[in-house]
């Protein structure tokens, strides 16, 4: 068996459902191909990632926010009106700082009024999505200052496999790599290092931030985009990425990165199957779409068959 090293991406902490996505993806791609030459080997790496546990040592202690409305008042029975009527009534000289004083004391408590609700309301926002954002923003800043340890976990995975010792992921041995999310940037870090690169016959990305991670934060390995293609190192063989136009966190590599053979990087779009029912039920804004699309598996063939 030939092994294919699946990467997991953000806000994954359940290894063994993420070994059954795996599983679940190998067994669409034998049934479209009808090859079963290959095994899809989970890289698990959600216990390296950002811890989730006592996120509320550092968020405020809200009571839930309170529902805003702004009832209806009838001006001829409002008490401001009159008020007004008898400051109008007063000398110019003397109504006109009134006037000023009043307006100042108003904007100052409508915009106390607001600001507290807006603030009740982020706040409140905030805590209840504080594990959501902690394993999607956490894990790329844990990434970023872990990265060795990470990308030592494609190692261990692939020798754990290697019980034959035929130097899987090395020169001798390239390996297909398909990963997602920040996954991607994991694998095309792994593949570009200095020290021990990963030989990559293929790299099949989807959803994925290198092209973007690269821009703000160049790899010391390859050159930085200065206007033209990069040329990546030799041991990337073929790269094809996955973006769909609904997902924030998706990037598309064409127009930075070319192969060391001079062919260019492929870029395809996906387009999500459903209609209206799942356009609102937010299907197609997911980041995690690709695993169910025919474009993921049309970009596996292309990568692991020819």
């Not at 008020?83 to 109008?88: D, E, F, K, R, V």
């Not at 390995?221 to 206007?227: E, F, M, R, S």
């Not at 064409?254 to 870029?267: C, E, H, I, R, W």
């Amino acid at each position: 068996m030939e092994p294919v090293l699946v990467i997991h991406g953000i806000g994954n902490r359940d290894q063994h459902a993420w070994s059954q996505e795996v599983q679940e993806l190998e067994e669409r791609f034998e049934t479209v191909t009808g090859n079963s030459t290959f095994q899809f080997i989970p890289v698990y790496w959600g216990d390296l990632a950002a811890h989730t546990e006592n996120l509320d040592a550092c968020m405020p202690d809200l009571e839930p926010a309170p529902s805003f409305s702004v009832p209806r008042v009838n001006p001829q029975n409002a008490k401001v009106t009159d008020l007004l009527n008898l400051i109008n009534r007063l000398p110019a000289i003397v109504a006109a700082p009134i006037k000023a004083q009043l307006e100042a004391a108003l904007n100052q408590v409508a915009g106390d009024a607001v600001r507290s609700y807006l603030a009740q309301q982020y706040q409140t926002a905030r805590v209840s999505n504080r594990h959501m954002i902690t394993t999607s923003l956490g894990d790329i800043m844990v990434y970023q200052r872990n990265q060795a340890a990470i990308q030592g976990r494609v190692w261990e995975v692939l020798k754990a496999f290697d019980v034959r010792k035929m130097g899987y992921g090395t020169s001798r041995k390239s390996v297909h790599v398909v990963a997602h999310s920040l996954g991607g940037v994991i694998a095309v870090d792994t593949i570009i290092r200095g020290k021990l690169p990963l030989h990559a016959k293929s790299l099949t990305t989807f959803g994925s931030q290198f092209p973007y991670f690269h821009l703000v934060d160049p790899r010391p390995t390859v050159p930085a985009y200065t206007g033209e293609p990069i040329v990546m190192p030799p041991q990337l063989k073929r790269w094809i990425n996955l973006w769909e136009p609904l997902d924030p966190l998706s990037f598309v590599a064409s127009k930075m990165f070319q192969l060391s053979s001079g062919k260019p990087v492929t870029d395809i779009q996906v387009h999500p199957e459903g209609g209206m029912t799942e356009l609102l039920q937010g299907y197609h804004y997911t980041h995690g779409i690709y695993w169910q699309t025919r474009e993921l598996l049309d970009a596996l063939k292309e990568n692991l068959l020819k």
